[in-house]
């Protein structure tokens, strides 16, 4: 059982469109993470959420934790190719080790000029 | 600026013939962690160390070994490398307050022949 379902999976559009990847779970995250790898590269921190309702921005991307802080979205504005990457998110269980990362199995992300 | 630093970034090695890869940080992190990553997938955890303490991944191999020698550097031995190993491998930190995001570093992709 995957703790973390991430979806889409794939996801392939053309510049200039709007895009929204999700993550959802039935636990409690004390905070979750938004990493963005791209190939040959590790995972690079893009936003950290720890609040229940929380909203972050980062130029064209927003980020929301839901209310309940067991899901949540990531939101790309005119996306352009500089975007493609493997989106992951990635949260610490709320009561569990706060050392260990529990992460999503990925969106891989490509977008096409 | 690199803060966490692996090397080598690839690593090519025979069916069998054991392996390291290393582990460096400027970080002056107390946690330290190897990923296991297959293609395009989300990475896998296979151990940590905070501080000297060694936590190992109940499903990681034994095959799968791991030194410390000081808060600077991580090492991942793999004794006897089989096809399946074939993987990026990555290394991670974070500070001893629980929920902060993991910095990684670039990887060390090895290829077994």
């Known amino acids: 059982t995957q703790l973390l379902e991430q979806s889409p999976q794939f996801l392939s559009i053309q510049e200039g469109e709007n895009l929204t990847v999700y993550c959802n779970s039935s636990?409690?995250?004390?905070?979750l993470q938004w990493y963005r790898q791209e190939p040959g590269e590790g995972p690079v921190l893009l936003v950290t959420v720890v609040t229940g309702g929380e909203v972050k921005k980062l130029k064209r991307l927003t980020f929301q934790f839901g209310d309940a802080r067991k899901d949540s979205s990531l939101h790309i504005t005119a996306a352009q190719p500089g975007d493609t990457g493997l989106y992951l998110c990635a949260g610490a269980v709320s009561g569990g080790s706060n050392y260990k990362l529990t992460f999503g199995k990925g969106t891989l992300l490509t977008v096409n000029p | 600026d690199a803060m966490v630093i692996q090397n080598p970034r690839y690593q090519v090695t025979q069916f069998g013939k054991p392996v390291t890869l290393s582990c460096s940080q400027t970080l002056n992190h107390n946690v330290m962690y190897w990923y296991q990553q297959k293609s395009s997938q989300a990475p896998k955890l296979l151990f940590h160390?905070?501080?000297?303490?060694?936590?190992n991944e109940a499903d990681t191999p034994d095959n799968f070994q791991s030194r410390r020698p000081n808060t600077s550097f991580c090492f991942l031995d793999i004794r006897s490398p089989g096809l399946g190993d074939a993987a990026m491998y990555l290394c991670?930190?974070?500070?001893?307050?629980?929920?902060?995001?993991?910095?990684f570093g670039d990887g060390t992709r090895l290829s077994i022949l």
């Open positions: 991670a930190t974070s500070s001893r307050v629980g929920g902060q995001p993991q910095h």
């Open positions: 160390y905070y501080d000297k303490d060694f936590n």
């Open positions: 636990s409690v995250f004390s905070s």
